[in-house]
């Protein structure tokens, strides 16, 4: 009913609209807080009477803890924003206040959130022992295989042997031309 308020003609009954809907957003069910207020917000931060911009952002600032991380940086900020170049100067005053407000619980929750997982990863790292070679820092060129190291060396000490003679080292195209000379005859 409220939210059909919100689409009245006359201003001040938007305006009030608003304002109950932030006034009774506790005792609404978990399920329909975020939804009603984010529609009911979005639409007064739009409303052409300022009055009404104004009372969207200060509900906004009264009700911002219902909100998650992502629906404030996500749908609402961008609101707020265009609200700091309000024509009315007391909207876009209000708008600053808002945004500032915002910032420091979206900021809170980025926090909390990281903290949160740091401690989640801290507990499910898994020991040393259970880390493949490549992680230890074995093998840069094969981390799936630490018996590809091993073919590598015997590759390496077989070619290291066959230039260890008075010929100097091959480029890296010559194993190539060889190859082809050798296909071909």
Not at 38 to 49: E, R, Y
Not at 98 to 122: D, F, H, M, N, P
Request: aromatic residues 4%; neutral net charge; contains cysteine.
């Amino acid at each position: 009913l409220l939210i059909k308020m919100m689409q009245d003609p006359e201003a001040s009954i938007r305006t009030n609209a608003l304002i109950c809907v932030g006034r009774v957003s506790t005792q609404l069910p978990n399920a329909s807080i975020t939804p009603t207020l984010m529609t009911v917000i979005g639409m007064g931060l739009k409303d052409p009477f300022s009055p009404c911009r104004c009372a969207a952002l200060q509900t906004l600032s009264a009700t911002s803890n219902s909100f998650s991380a992502e629906d404030l940086a996500g749908k609402l900020l961008p609101g707020v924003c265009h609200r700091l170049i309000d024509p009315d100067p007391a909207v876009g005053d209000m708008a600053f206040t808002t945004l500032g407000k915002l910032q420091e619980i979206v900021r809170q929750k980025v926090i909390e959130r990281r903290q949160a997982s740091s401690e989640v990863s801290t507990v499910e790292m898994p020991n040393k022992e259970e880390t493949s070679s490549w992680a230890q820092g074995g093998s840069f060129y094969n981390p799936l295989s630490a018996g590809m190291d091993k073919v590598r060396q015997k590759f390496m000490g077989v070619a290291g042997s066959m230039n260890q003679g008075s010929t100097p080292n091959p480029s890296p195209g010559a194993f190539a031309s060889e190859a082809s000379e050798s296909g071909g005859a």
